[in-house]
């Protein structure tokens, strides 16, 4: 008789604890604070955009990683469902030293940290300043980076509500004073960093947009400050390229424009409480091009985010489609300040970043490249035979002894120029090991499978260090040697190793190829034997 009222009790406690705990774990586990490791302060950030696959996990990014799927993981696992699964239960933290306060990291690391993990977008996203006094018509909001042992900060901003005409983005702003105190530290937009090739968002500032009062005319002359008033409710976004035609320099930029829309997609618009954009926001991305180098080149990256055109700036003017209301304008990093080009000059022990990883599995999923291969197939040599500047005159003597000594590897030796983009990155996701005298085609070493080499023959005593530090991101071999440029009339004193062409010696050839086809052959996934 006194067992059924007890057996309810039960029930409805245990339902309520359930509920509970449901509820309480569920907090945990959508809870936007992540702990930057480096700067140890609670951010305010939304979670970093889906990556895609990250094969290359950084152990210095174990940290971050771990510690939201401990939390997420094990409270999710222990309270979904109605049944409390007592074989996947809640753990204890792991030991203290996998988590190293910010004294155990030394500079090197920080160094690295704050470039090449996510550290980096997440710094960026959490230094967001609004510009413009409140009672202005458009907001002008910029995003900050801050790497460590760089005093300079890089700057990009979006702009909402704005008006084009005549060739300029109208940003009716009146701007904030400088010593505000959440100002002070940062930048102002007028003394924003300038950069090389005339890029970056004060140039682009200055010559497009029309900052302040003086906007103010052209909202009222096209209604745009009425509701009612047809507006673009897409994100423009302004690109000011510094050429066009090297590869290198050119993925620096389109790197920028993916991290600075990543970091917008992270960054909490205080206005809102929601993040500057969402990932649905990002398909109605449309790429305007400011200036006018005159080539289409790499057209197919600047698409990675929307299928919209890439357009000219007259292109845009001509479109039928253009209004002059505008909701949202971004003005994204330039190519040098991505960090990638930062102490390219210097030796650096920065590995496996997944920043890098993901910039790869992205662009072969935007290209649609596979990167399965055929593991059991000889081992695949692939020679950047430059035609251009810097060729190595005796390529062909080169080469032939390698196909000589080698027979069971395949040597491809290509003219990287007459291929597209699509067909360069699919012969490299294939290439075991990428050889070439110094040039913008080293930078292939982004799209080598992992566990590969990357063998960079150094034009007369040039210490670049740039592709040495990307395979190392990479987790990849790297050997190099010196070529002395080749026989010319021209005085010493007048050669410069940029435009001159090279000899290299076959023996030291053979000898760097040797180290660098054994480091692969039986390392890792391959198996096939190479003489
Ligand atoms: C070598 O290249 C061929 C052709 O591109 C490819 O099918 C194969 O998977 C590659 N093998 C290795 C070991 O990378």
């Avoid at 009339?489 to 090279?502: M, N, T």
Wanted: aromatic letters at 10%.
């Amino acid at each position: 008789m006194i067992r059924r009222p007890l057996s309810f009790l039960t029930i409805a406690i245990a339902i309520f604890v359930i509920f509970y705990l449901y509820h309480f774990a569920n907090q945990f586990a959508v809870s936007p604070h992540l702990r930057s490791p480096v700067t140890g302060d609670d951010t305010r950030i939304a979670p970093p955009p889906p990556l895609g696959a990250q094969p290359d996990a950084n152990p210095k990014d174990r940290y971050i990683t771990v510690t939201t799927t401990v939390s997420s993981v094990t409270t999710k696992t222990a309270f979904s469902g109605s049944k409390v699964d007592t074989t996947v239960d809640s753990v204890a933290p792991l030991p203290a030293d996998y988590s190293p306060s910010d004294d155990d990291l030394d500079q090197d690391a920080t160094w690295c940290e704050t470039r090449y993990s996510p550290t980096y977008l997440q710094t960026i996203a959490k230094n967001a300043r609004p510009f413009c006094k409140p009672e202005s018509q458009s907001q002008l909001d910029c995003l900050h980076s801050t790497m460590y042992g760089e005093p300079r900060k890089d700057s990009l901003c979006i702009a909402r509500n704005i008006v084009f005409e005549d060739l300029r983005f109208n940003i009716d702003c009146e701007l904030r004073d400088p010593h505000e105190p959440d100002l002070m530290g940062y930048p102002h937009p007028h003394n924003f960093q300038s950069y090389w090739y005339e890029t970056g968002p004060r140039i682009i500032m200055t010559q497009f947009t029309k900052i302040g009062s003086e906007a103010a005319p052209v909202f009222e002359k096209h209604a745009c400050s009425n509701p009612a008033t047809p507006r673009d409710d897409g994100y423009k976004i302004l690109i000011k390229r510094e050429g066009g035609r090297n590869y290198w320099h050119s993925l620096m930029e389109i790197l920028s424009f993916y991290f600075t829309i990543d970091a917008l997609q992270m960054s909490i618009n205080k206005k809102t409480g929601k993040p500057y954009m969402s990932a649905a926001d990002t398909s109605k991305i449309q790429v305007i091009i400011l200036d006018k180098h005159d080539n289409k080149n790499y057209f197919e990256l600047w698409n990675y985010f929307s299928p919209k055109p890439v357009l000219t700036l007259d292109e845009y003017v001509k479109d039928p489609s253009t209004k002059p209301c505008i909701s949202n304008l971004i003005i994204p990093l330039p190519g040098a300040a991505n960090p990638l080009w930062q102490g390219d000059w210097d030796p650096r022990i920065c590995d496996h970043s997944i920043i890098v990883s993901t910039i790869r599995s992205r662009i072969l999923k935007h290209l649609k490249i596979s990167a399965a291969r055929d593991l059991r197939s000889p081992i695949n040599v692939t020679f950047i035979d430059r035609k251009g500047s810097r060729k190595l005159i005796n390529s062909k003597e080169l080469t032939d002894a390698l196909i000589a000594a080698y027979p069971k590897v395949n040597v491809n030796v290509v003219d990287m120029a007459k291929l597209s983009l699509k067909e360069q990155i699919s012969l490299v996701v294939n290439t075991d090991v990428l050889v070439g005298v110094h040039g913008a085609g080293h930078t292939h070493v982004l799209f080598l499978p992992s566990q590969s080499s990357l063998v960079e023959i150094l034009p007369a005593d040039l210490g670049h260090r740039g592709f040495r530090n990307l395979a190392g991101l990479r987790g990849i071999r790297y050997f190099s040697d010196h070529a002395p440029m080749a026989p010319s009339d021209k005085p010493d004193a007048l050669r410069d190793w940029h435009a001159e062409d090279v000899v290299f010696d076959k023996d030291a050839f053979m000898k760097l190829m040797e180290v660098a086809i054994q480091s692969v052959a039986h390392r890792g996934l391959l198996d096939s034997d190479v003489s």
